[in-house]
């Protein structure tokens, strides 16, 4: 396998790629390259939040059905629920929507319920070195300051390790984070070339050079984490294309 992947990666003289695999019940490290790397995290950071706001429910006893407000100042474009011109929705709705769609409004809607200091405190305290919120999303305003989101292939595997062991929250919490996460609807990567019909538990990632997805395969033989990350590229389909061809190396050998 890891003579395979370094033959592809080989050819990839024009793109940086990241990229981690462990396998889930061990968290014996497969794979790895430039796993400490920080980068763009581009949608990647709406995985950390959707623990954090779990975690808060859960801190606070508070109810993941109760309303919340969407203010205008959060709508964005490309946005499910500004489509809708929706002025409240559940946390639940919100949670989902910002995984399953990775829609915009609802994250923005779910970084001001919590704040950008709570959030940071949050990946902090579960091992999160250098993932960090330091704007919303489509504030491309902040992004030309100099103010991203960032993370590293590390992070994001201890991350969805963490996920895949239930260590976070509890158990009917854990379970609905693993729920939703497989119930992606953007699978044009780590899915990409896999005709097989499998669970994945993942997200992705997109900027206009960043192209990401990260995850917990699912099969009869192993459960893996696998996460790839093309940083740096000038085409936002020939890096989802790589990640899909990675993926599907490295599932002929574990899946």
Do not use: C
Request: glycine share 4%; hydrophobic share 40%.
């Amino acid at each position: 396998m890891e003579k395979d992947i370094q033959n592809f990666l080989g050819e990839q003289l024009n793109n940086n790629v990241k990229l981690i695999v462990n396998d889930a019940r061990t968290n014996e490290l497969l794979l790895s390259k430039d796993i400490n790397d920080v980068f763009s995290s581009a949608s990647l950071i709406k995985v950390p939040i959707l623990l954090a706001v779990l975690d808060h429910l859960e801190n606070q006893n508070q109810s993941i059905s109760q309303m919340v407000k969407i203010t205008p100042d959060n709508r964005v474009e490309f946005s499910v629920l500004t489509e809708l011109e929706a002025e409240e929705a559940t946390l639940h709705e919100l949670l989902v929507w910002m995984i399953i769609v990775s829609d915009n409004t609802a994250t923005n809607v779910l970084i001001d319920l919590l704040g950008f200091e709570k959030l940071n405190q949050y990946f902090i305290k579960i091992g999160l070195g250098h993932t960090r919120i330091r704007r919303k999303m489509m504030d491309f305003v902040q992004l030309e300051s100099g103010f991203d989101n960032t993370t590293t292939a590390k992070d994001m595997a201890l991350l969805f390790t963490a996920i895949y062991r239930g260590e976070l929250l509890s158990k009917k919490h854990s379970e609905l984070v693993i729920n939703i996460l497989s119930r992606q609807r953007i699978n044009d990567s780590l899915k990409r070339y896999i005709a097989d019909d499998i669970k994945i538990a993942h997200k992705t990632g997109s900027l206009e050079t960043v192209e990401h997805d990260v995850g917990i395969v699912f099969t009869e033989k192993n459960d893996y984490i696998i996460g790839v990350f093309v940083t740096e590229h000038t085409n936002n389909e020939e890096a989802k294309q790589i990640i899909g061809k990675i993926s599907r190396i490295i599932y002929g050998h574990l899946g």
